[in-house]
């Protein structure tokens, strides 16, 4: 069964600390992997994506996820974290085409403490 | 537009009552998905559109929901005889015809019913 697994639900984490925010997928085609960050009332908007080359890939505000072939993990790191950070984050997989739904994890609240 | 407009953003029904919600993806997107994001919840994927292709269902919860994509653009969510487990914010996204391109969310449409 297709299906992403974020085992954090909430992480609270201190400013400047690093974070690391885990992702598992399952997925029986060559996945097409991403990171979206909700902020509170908003949509959904693209933290990085992932498909193929280089398996450290560079995103938006300071955000880098690394994938795992091996360990079927798309886990996205963050080296300091700003109070603006606090968020809910959502790893999700899909097919690399057009075509076929995204699948999404439950997400993961991030906290930030002063 | 220059992104992706839902309307309303919010709307609050009286159980039994029929309501749509309304997506206006970016202009050329072929692909388009409303997904549903209860309190604590991922995104549940609901429906999928791809171009002129029979939509993907699979996941409407009930026969209540349905969805139609008029002329390949403006996509129309409507939900039948609301209960109070149909409250949940209503997500729809739309992606390019090319491979490698992530999907864009609009706002959301915040359906309560009380």
């Known amino acids: 069964a297709q299906s992403v697994t974020q085992p954090d639900i909430h992480i609270t984490v201190s400013e400047g600390a690093s974070l690391e925010l885990r992702c598992n997928y399952s997925y029986g085609a060559t996945p097409y992997l991403f990171w979206y960050v909700q902020s509170p009332g908003q949509g959904l908007q693209l933290l990085l994506k992932?498909?193929?080359?280089?398996?450290l890939v560079q995103g938006i505000k300071g955000f880098e996820a690394e994938f795992k072939r091996s360990q079927s993990s798309f886990n996205l790191r963050k080296p300091s974290v700003h109070w603006s950070d606090a968020a809910e984050y959502f790893c999700?997989?899909?097919?690399?085409?057009?075509?076929?739904?995204?699948?999404f994890g439950q997400g993961t609240e991030l906290s930030v403490k002063p | 537009g220059a992104g992706v407009s839902q309307s309303p953003s919010n709307k609050v029904t009286e159980k039994g009552k029929d309501v749509e919600l309304r997506c206006d993806p970016i202009s050329g997107h072929t692909a388009l998905y409303w997904y549903r994001q209860s309190l604590g919840q991922g995104l549940e994927f609901l429906i999928y559109f791809q171009g002129n292709s029979a939509p993907d269902k699979s996941g409407l919860p009930s026969d209540r929901f349905s969805a139609e994509r008029t002329g390949g653009s403006v996509s129309t969510l409507t939900i039948q005889r609301t209960q109070q487990e149909d409250s949940a914010v209503y997500l729809c996204?739309?992606?390019?015809?090319?491979?490698?391109?992530?999907?864009?969310f609009g706002q959301g449409t915040r359906l309560t019913v009380v």
């Open positions: 992932y498909f193929s080359g280089d398996t």
């Open positions: 996204a739309s992606r390019d015809r090319r491979g490698n391109t992530e999907a864009f």
């Open positions: 999700a997989v899909g097919p690399y085409n057009q075509g076929g739904k995204l699948i």
